[in-house]
């Protein structure tokens, strides 16, 4: 934890506790700490790209807090990603009602098979409906399924198999269901929230606004301090 205290680690506020805020990268991370300048009990950390390393880093930041005295009781998975077309346009902001493992499980002659028709695991997590509500209701947020894939979509037959697959689908990113895993371990509700930065599909470097999509991560996040600080997860 020291070495990620030194080089992952911003507290957006003074104070362990309260809730944690999971980005994959420094810039995400500084984009929501801007929005808590005086917020105590919101901490704010990197916690690594691809979900094998969110779950490991959220897994240990909750622990931490857990031993010394001060448990979080809310974590959410933050940051920038792709948005399906038309549903989810640059420069919005889209909150998970589901947060999904869209490529956990096995190619077959039929397609693809999530884990769980394997008999293993999960491939999905429910943030709490409320905060859902409560969020989209503060924020203009589009709320719907949020998947998590190792590697990122670049084509658009891919994109078109994940939408048939996933109807509700809005966004794609790479961390949110490792930094829920980890939550769900400790009895910790998780919510996502993503910035769109990209249309899912071909990539297109030249169609990116990632500072636009980082702009609208704090904006977006400076309208969140009252319903973070306030949800109860005994009121939903």
């Known amino acids: 934890m020291e070495l990620q205290a030194q080089e992952g680690r911003l507290i957006a506020a003074a104070g362990l506790g309260g809730v944690l805020v999971a980005t994959a990268v420094p810039v995400e991370r500084d984009a929501v700490a801007q929005a808590f300048p005086d917020h105590a009990g919101i901490e704010v950390i990197a916690v ?31 940051g920038i990603g792709g948005g399906f077309q038309p549903e989810a346009p640059v420069g919005s902001l889209v909150v998970a009602d589901e947060i999904v493992a869209a490529d956990l499980g096995a190619e077959t002659a039929d397609g693809f098979v999530p884990v769980t028709e394997l008999g293993f695991g999960t491939v999905r997590h429910e943030p709490p409906a409320d905060l859902v509500r409560r969020v989209a209701g503060s924020t203009g947020a589009r709320t719907g399924a949020v998947l ?40 910790v509700p998780a919510l996502e929230i993503r910035a769109i930065s990209n249309p899912v599909g071909p990539r297109d470097r030249a169609a990116w606004r990632i500072g636009d999509a980082l702009a609208a991560l704090t904006e977006g996040f400076g309208k969140l301090a009252p319903v973070l600080e306030s949800w109860n997860r005994h009121d939903s």
């Open 48 to 78: 690594g790209v691809g979900p094998a390393l969110a779950a490991a880093s959220t897994a240990s930041a909750l622990t931490t807090a857990a031993l010394a005295g001060v448990p979080y009781r809310l974590v959410v998975s933050a």
């Open 148 to 187: 998590t894939v190792s590697t990122v979509t670049g084509t658009a037959v891919r994109a078109a198999a994940l939408r048939e697959r996933h109807p509700t689908a809005l966004a794609e990113a790479m961390e949110g269901f490792g930094v829920a895993e980890a939550a769900a371990a400790q009895g």
